[in-house]
Structure formats: C-alpha cells, structure tokens
C-alpha cells in the first residue's frame, strides 16, 4: 500500500479551516485508518525525526572528517585518533559524541539529544532506543511529540507503536540490527506537518489534526463539554476499550508483561490492581520489578501486606541466571518503613543485610536507625563487591560531612590497594576540600596506577579509570533520596 497520497491528504485537510468543526467531524468520524492514536502520532513523530537523523549525518561528514560508510562498516575502527567527543566545530552549541557505528549531539541550551547509529551511507534508520532517548530529552515538547508523551508517560511503551507501525507496513526492520526506517517517501509530508506544528498554538489545529487520525479520545478532551456529538463520545470509548483489552491480552501472552502493565497503568485501566497482584506474585523478575516500581509510586499503604510477602519470598541477591537486584530488596524496605507496617518486624531486615545490599542498607538505616548506619557504611567501603563500595561512597560524597570525609579516609590508611580505595578515592576527589585533596594525591603519589601492558589494558584497569564516573552516576541516583539527610550524624561517627 502505498501510505503517503492517504497521510497527505489527511494533513491537507487538517490544514484547512474552511469546513465548519462540526461537519469536519461528521465526515471523518467513519472514514478508516489503520493505525491506533498511540501508533499515528509517533508516525508523524518519526516522520519529523527523519530530518534530525541527516542532521546527525551531515555534523558526522562534514564537521568531523568521518567517512560515513566506513563508520557503518567498521565501527569504532572507523574513528578518527584522539578525543571523540566534545563541541562540534563550527556549532559549538552542539556536543558530538562518536560510538560504534554511531554518533550522538546533544544541545547545550535545550539538552535536546539526537542519537544515531549507522548501517549504510544513509540516515534512515532509527532505533527505538535512541528514538525514547530523543523524547526523555525534550523540555518543550511540540506538537506530535507532546502528543506522543501524553499517550506514552512512562516513554518506554513507545515501543507497542513501533511494533504496530511494523506491522501496518508503515516501518520497514532492518534484518541485521535493531531498527527501522519509514517505508515511504516524506518529501510532500514533511512541510505539511511543519506547518501544523507551527500552528500548534491555533484553538483548532490539534483538534482537526485528531480527527483526521481517529485520535477520538483527544478530540472529545478538547471539545467544549457541551459540544460533543455522542458519535464522538462512542468513538473515544470504542478507542479505549480497545487498547485495555489488548494491553491486557499482551499482558496474558506473558511476552512482555512489564511493557503491558506500565501501558495498563497510562491508561488507568480499571483492572490494573488485579495485573498489580499478579505482577507481585509473579516469578518473572522484569514483571515484578515494573510491578513494585508503580506500587511504590503510589504510597498507598493497601499494598504493604503484598510487598512485605515479597520482600520475604524473593531473592534480589541474584542466580546462575539473574544479575544481583539490592536497589530492589531497598526498594521494597524503604516502602513498609515509611509506611511503618509492623515496624518492628520489617527494621529486623537492617541485622541481616544481603551482601549485595550494604549501600542501600547504609542509606536506609541512616534514616530509620541511624546507629546501624555507620556499621553498615563501613562494611560495605570495605567489601570485595563493587556495588558497595561505589553506593557506599557515592552516599557518602552526597553528605559530604566530616564524619563523611573521615570514614572515606580511612579506607586509604588502611589499604594500598588501587581497587580496594578507588570510589573512596573517587568520592574524596568530588568532596574536595583541602584535607582530603592533600590526602588523596598523596597517596596516589605513593602508589601510583601501573599498568600490566603498554599496548593494552586488563577489564579491572578500565574498570578502575570509570570508577569517578561509576561514582558520579551513584550520586545521580541517590541525590534526590540521601540530600534530605544530611543534618543525620550516626552514633560514634563523631
């Protein structure tokens, strides 16, 4: 089927504002459309995005010397020697990041981010991955793109439209790597959907743009409540209906039941407490875990005897087949201590911490018991896992109190190991005061980083060199929940 002729005579009719609202409506109310509201709106997203992606390309060709296909073809080989990346020559306003086969720009000001990978001298591929990275990026979301974040709030259920859009024959896959390119021409499109966009702020614009789309929900949202025909009304039920019952069969075919329940949550299905019970009951650790992170989201103290059940029949510490989950374990803790369900009870988990789980025990305690707190730091600044060293630290570097300072220093009194003081070393370079900075260049002057090889470095060396940044990216996560409790000082920590 050929699509563009359709999509550009729906884009012309909603360009034109000389039919009356009401008879507008009546005459798109039973014209067929393939697509869902979910799938037509981040079409007419991908089809703007189109135009981001040859952006991506020309900065790649132009402003950085790169031989495109030799990119698509040999990846990091294809790089330029030295730094790969940093302002982009000529549109300093822009950062360029060169990875793999791809590069991505990230702007200054708006913190818009384009990301791209390769596989041909075209930019016509997109990833989903990149795409729902473009959307998180967006302060100011336009037209479609608002669109598109109002229909899918949690972004990553972006991906039930892409696979519909596959299956409309709208996206064409690519048959080696994940992605997908429009199956057809967007020349004639493209400026009819710049000029709706540009008219976004018009009373009618998004109105008649719906319409032509079966998006009845949003039509019936922006209609006067005492102008909507009950067509319109029957239509946006019909529309509704239809996405529970297939989120809520995805949900059944136990594919991708974390996708379906964030989708079921979106759209404030009536029976997502159910799907909730049976996501917590569930063996599948993603269903679970999307399962606790809605609960959690809500504070509501109904779900405390399903969290506690599962906080003491499942194992977040990992198997021959599951990573380790302690930011989990902490998470449903943290949930029935601040909801105080049988109080007494639930504390007791802070005497038989997993190993996994020393950092996120320290913050917990630091709040609801405080004099377990500076154990539990010590403990996990000293343990052969990284995950405690590096949460423990990054806490830690978040306060940034004396007390703070000290425990991190005595992790380089006591070791001359590069490993064993990294995040501690890490964590005292961001507190930076001039104790600690006198300290730590001390003793890197003593024991200096040696590498086994010139030509290569072992996985624990680069390890080592991302530590400041695995620590930087601790903090990120644990700034929001650690900065309220700064003012907390832990027994003996004096």
Request: with cysteine; proline share 6%.
């Amino acid at each position: 089927m050929q699509y563009a002729p359709e999509i550009i005579q729906r884009l012309q009719a909603a360009s034109e504002v000389d039919v009356p609202l009401d008879d507008f409506i009546k005459e798109w109310l039973d014209r067929p459309w393939p697509l869902t509201p979910w799938a037509s709106w981040t079409l007419f997203s991908l089809i703007r995005h189109r135009p981001r992606q040859e952006f991506v390309s020309q900065i790649v060709q132009q402003n950085l010397g790169v031989d495109q296909l030799n990119l698509a073809k040999q990846g990091y080989d294809a790089h330029p020697e030295g730094i790969n990346r940093g302002p982009v020559s000529g549109l300093p306003e822009w950062e360029y990041y060169l990875h793999g086969c791809g590069c991505s720009l990230t702007h200054q000001q708006t913190g818009v981010e384009i990301d791209v990978d390769f596989y041909d001298k075209t930019a016509d591929w997109i990833g989903l991955f990149f795409y729902q990275g473009f959307l998180k990026s967006l302060r100011q979301p336009e037209l479609c793109e608002a669109r598109v974040l109002a229909l899918h709030a949690s972004i990553e259920t972006v991906q039930f439209a892409f696979e519909e859009l596959q299956e409309q024959g709208f996206l064409e896959e690519n048959s080696e790597h994940h992605a997908s390119r429009l199956s057809f021409e967007i020349g004639k499109i493209l400026p009819l959907l710049e000029s709706l966009t540009e008219k976004h702020a018009e009373p009618e614009t998004m109105l008649r743009l719906a319409a032509v789309i079966g998006d009845w929900p949003l039509v019936e949202q922006l209609l006067n409540s005492g102008e909507i025909p009950p067509a319109v009304t029957a239509k946006a039920r019909q529309i509704i209906s239809a996405r529970k019952r297939f989120l809520a069969n995805e949900f059944e075919q136990n594919e991708n039941q974390s996708l379906a329940l964030q989708a079921l949550q979106e759209n404030q299905s009536p029976d997502l407490d159910d799907f909730l019970k049976r996501a917590l009951k569930s063996n599948n650790f993603s269903t679970l875990d999307t399962g606790l992170d809605l609960i959690v989201a809500t504070g509501d103290t109904r779900w405390c005897p399903l969290v506690s059940e599962v906080l003491q029949r499942v194992s977040f510490m990992g198997s021959a087949d599951e990573f380790p989950r302690p930011q989990k374990w902490a998470q449903c803790l943290e949930f029935l201590l601040r909801q105080e369900y049988e109080f007494d009870r639930t504390i007791e988990f802070l005497n038989h911490v997993p190993k996994y789980a020393l950092g996120e025990a320290a913050a917990i305690a630091l709040e609801f018991q405080p004099h377990l707190a500076l154990p539990l730091f010590r403990e996990a600044l000293r343990s052969s896992i990284p995950h405690n060293r590096e949460t423990a630290a990054a806490i830690l570097a978040i306060i940034g109190q004396p007390w703070c300072q000290r425990e991190l220093l005595q992790i380089l009194k006591e070791s001359t190991d590069q490993e064993a003081t990294s995040e501690s070393r890490a964590a005292l370079k961001i507190i930076w005061n001039l104790e600690s900075k006198a300290d730590v260049e001390n003793w890197e002057r003593v024991n200096p980083l040696q590498f086994e090889s010139d030509e290569h470095i072992t996985v624990v060396e680069a390890m080592l060199l991302q530590t400041p940044w695995y620590v930087k990216f601790e903090m990120d996560q644990w700034r929001d929940r650690v900065l309220p409790l700064r003012d907390i000082i832990p027994p003996d920590a004096e």
